[in-house]
C-alpha cells in the first residue's frame, strides 16, 4: 500500500526558531494536507495543497507541494510555544487519505 | 457548523470484551472514515463509507471489527472480542465526498484501553 515517510521524527528548539519537516512517498498523491494534533484530540487541518508545485502560506506557516507530486514540506516561522503538537502530513488520492507518521515538536520557551 | 461528533471518549475493557463506538459526521458529509490511531503513529484508514454504502475496508480486521452507516448518516464501529493490541485512539472523519478531499474534518476520538 501506499506508504509516507515523515521527518523528522521529532524536534526540539527554541522559541522563535523556524522549523522545516517533510513528507515523501512513492506514490504520487493529488492532494497534501498537514494537520497539527495537539494531546487528546483529533488532527486539525493546517494547510491543503491541490496542485504540484503550489506553495501557500497561513500566518506563520507555509507549506509546498512537490513538483514530482511525491513530496511536500511544511516550514513554521518564527515558533511559540503553543506550536507544541504532532504534526501530520497526508496524501489524498482517490478516496483515500494516507498519513505519514508525524514530527513531534518542542517548543522551549 | 458544528464539528465530528464522536462518543464515548473515553472507554476502559477487559479483554474479549465487546466495546461500541458512534460517529456523527458534519451534516451534508457523504462520505465518513474511521481510522485507528496507534500511539506514536499516524492514523490507519479502518474503513470508508460513501452514504451508506463500503468504498474500502480493506485494512477493517474483520474477524472483529465491524462498522456500519444505516441511512447515511451516523456511524458505529463495533470490536468484538477486544484484544490488547486494540488499545488506541479510533478517529472519525467526514468529508464531502466524490473522491475530493475538500472538507476532510476529524472528530475528537475515542480512546480506548483494553485490560
Known amino acids: 500500500g501506499q506508504q509516507l515517510n515523515q521527518s523528522p521524527q521529532s524536534m526540539f528548539i527554541q522559541e522563535g526558531e523556524d522549523v522545516s519537516m517533510n513528507c515523501t512517498s512513492s506514490?504520487?498523491?493529488?492532494?497534501w494536507l498537514w494537520y497539527k494534533q495537539d494531546p487528546g484530540e483529533g488532527p486539525v487541518l493546517l494547510i491543503a495543497l491541490y496542485k504540484a508545485g503550489e506553495l501557500t502560506s497561513n500566518g506563520r506557516l507555509t507549506a509546498q507541494f512537490g513538483i514530482t507530486r511525491k513530496d511536500s514540506f511544511l516550514n513554521i516561522s518564527a515558533s511559540i510555544p503553543s506550536d507544541v503538537g504532532i504534526y501530520f502530513c497526508a496524501g489524498h488520492a482517490g478516496n483515500m487519505l494516507t498519513f505519514g507518521g508525524g514530527t513531534r515538536l518542542m517548543v522551549k520557551p | 457548523e458544528a464539528g465530528v461528533a464522536q462518543s464515548p471518549r473515553y472507554k476502559i475493557i477487559e479483554k474479549r470484551q465487546s466495546v461500541a463506538f458512534w460517529c456523527n459526521p458534519i451534516?451534508?458529509?457523504?462520505?465518513l472514515y474511521w481510522y485507528q490511531q496507534i500511539l506514536g503513529q499516524g492514523p490507519k484508514l479502518l474503513i470508508q463509507f460513501q452514504n451508506n454504502g463500503v468504498v474500502d475496508d480493506s485494512q477493517l480486521p474483520k474477524d472483529r471489527f465491524s462498522a456500519e452507516r444505516l441511512k447515511g448518516v451516523d456511524s458505529t464501529l463495533k470490536i468484538q472480542p477486544a484484544k490488547l493490541e486494540d488499545s488506541a485512539v479510533y478517529l472519525c472523519?467526514?468529508?464531502w465526498g466524490g473522491g475530493s478531499s475538500y472538507g476532510y474534518t476529524f472528530g475528537s476520538g475515542t480512546r480506548l484501553t483494553v485490560v
Open positions: 451534516s451534508g458529509h457523504a462520505t
Open positions: 506514490s504520487i498523491f493529488n492532494t
Open positions: 472523519a467526514s468529508s
